[in-house]
């Protein structure tokens, strides 16, 4: 389908900013769902840029290719390119360097749908180039642990019709000030806020936290925006990534559960291990993705 986010991507670089301008103004802003082209059995699934931290956005790209994903979640600070790591993956990157991503990401067929963990301002200007920089690249959701902005960005959510999740780390005992771990915690907080407005699930730091997935997922029903996936072996600290259906997590009932509540966003694979070698590993944990969903039609 010939959708407005298709128009503006298509256009120059230059002018999608004056363009985003007019459309808010009209009242007219709307971010597409990712589309089914992009998913693997209904689930928008590819790779959080992080998985190759090593390696430049470019190269990222390559890699959530090769794996079998669709889909890429970008993080603030990635080198650009192996011709160009000067240049830093950023809300705050020149208009060329933009438009060389979104080039890379159109030859390799992978679609960019979230992008963070990144800080969301108090300040609403400049939350607002934030939400820009999303609208322009056909983002469907940012992800934050800004959770004191929310008074802020909550106008843009609407506005520019761009969802927002709250990321979780680990649990931190000596930090009790850190609450974001905790779902139940993020769910009282994001109860009378838009509907764009949810989690990023890291189901991996939960796990760390001792809280099972699918018990994290249930307490967000119809509130979880994307999510960060890893698999585990076993709850608690001191473990490290494995591949999707190897550990404890059951990622067959997260999957499920994700179904039943007809979640639309996108699972970034966040595979932190193996770095250097870590495309047959993703690829497997893809392939579950794959063949759990066409078993269960």
């Known amino acids: ?44 699934i590819g790779c959080q840029a992080y998985t190759f931290n090593r390696f430049t956005a470019f190269e990222a790209i ?74 322009g690249l056909g983002l469907y959701a940012l992800t934050t642990e800004s959770t004191d902005a929310i008074d802020t960005f909550e106008p843009l959510v609407k506005e520019f019709d761009i969802r927002v999740g709250f990321h979780n780390h680990a649990q931190q005992p000596q930090n009790p000030a850190y609450k974001v771990w905790d779902p139940k915690w993020v769910a009282d907080l994001v109860r009378n806020r838009d509907p764009r407005i949810g989690a990023c699930a890291d189901i991996g730091h939960w796990q760390t936290s001792g809280i099972r997935a699918v018990d994290g997922l249930r307490i967000l029903e119809g509130r979880v925006i994307s999510l960060h996936a890893k698999e585990r072996e076993r709850l608690g600290p001191g473990q490290h990534d494995l591949i999707f259906g190897t550990g404890s997590t059951d990622m067959g009932a997260v999957l499920a559960e994700l179904r039943r509540q007809k979640f639309d966003g996108n699972i970034s694979c966040e595979y932190e291990f193996n770095w250097d070698h870590s495309v047959p590993d993703v690829a497997q944990c893809i392939g579950f993705v794959r063949g759990w969903s066409a078993g269960t039609r």
């Open 1 to 44: 389908m010939w959708t407005l986010s298709h128009r503006m991507n298509s256009l120059p670089i230059l002018r999608l900013a004056a363009l985003a301008s007019l459309i808010t103004v009209a009242g007219l802003v709307r971010a597409d769902p990712i589309p089914a082209e992009y998913r693997i059995g209904g689930f928008a």
């Open 62 to 135: 390559e890699k959530t290719e090769a794996a079998g994903g669709r889909v890429i979640e970008f993080y603030p600070g990635q080198a650009l390119s192996p011709e160009d790591r000067t240049t830093k993956v950023s809300h705050e990157m020149p208009a060329e360097a933009l438009q060389k991503l979104q080039e890379k990401l159109r030859k390799h067929g992978v679609r960019a749908v979230n992008y963070g963990v990144v800080t969301i301002p108090k300040e609403a200007p400049a939350a607002r180039k934030l939400f820009e920089f999303a609208k």
